[in-house]
């Protein structure tokens, strides 16, 4: 370990949040036959709108792309907290079961395309309005 990360400091604080947000995710995936990476993105979509809707800012293809970067692993931990222990009220949190809505050929497309682009290029992609500015 390098003298810039010790224990304890916020980079393994946001580590170790991201990890248990990871398995919470998985056992809500199991129980629900759903794989573990569209549980979490799903509920990184819930907490995007969420934080949007507590900001203020309107749900555009611009400000999710943006909230993306600003969402803590502890919000999301909490959406998926709900989503365990709450599941028919989760459905009813905005973008709440949006990923898992789409066809498997479109979920496989996206995993792929996620593995080989950027955050920006998938950003440009996913988020970019009519006219092609992100």
């Not at 573990?36 to 907490?47: K, R």
Request: net charge negative; glycine share 6%; charged share 25%.
């Amino acid at each position: 370990m390098s003298a810039e990360r010790k224990p304890g400091t916020g980079v393994d604080r946001q580590f170790d949040a991201y990890r248990e947000t990871k398995l919470l995710a998985s056992e809500i995936a199991k129980r629900q036959g759903l794989h573990e990476d569209i549980v979490f993105s799903d509920a990184m979509h819930v907490a995007v709108a969420l934080r949007l809707e507590d900001e203020a800012l309107p749900y555009t293809k611009q400000n999710a792309a943006w909230m993306f970067g600003h969402i803590s692993p502890g919000e999301v931990r909490a959406v998926l907290m709900f989503r365990r222990d709450h599941p028919a009220d989760y459905r009813g949190l905005p973008k709440a079961g949006l990923l898992e809505a789409l066809s498997s050929a479109c979920r496989e497309a996206a995993s792929a395309l996620s593995e080989t682009l950027s955050a920006d290029k998938l950003n440009a992609l996913f988020f970019a309005d009519a006219v092609g500015n992100a």
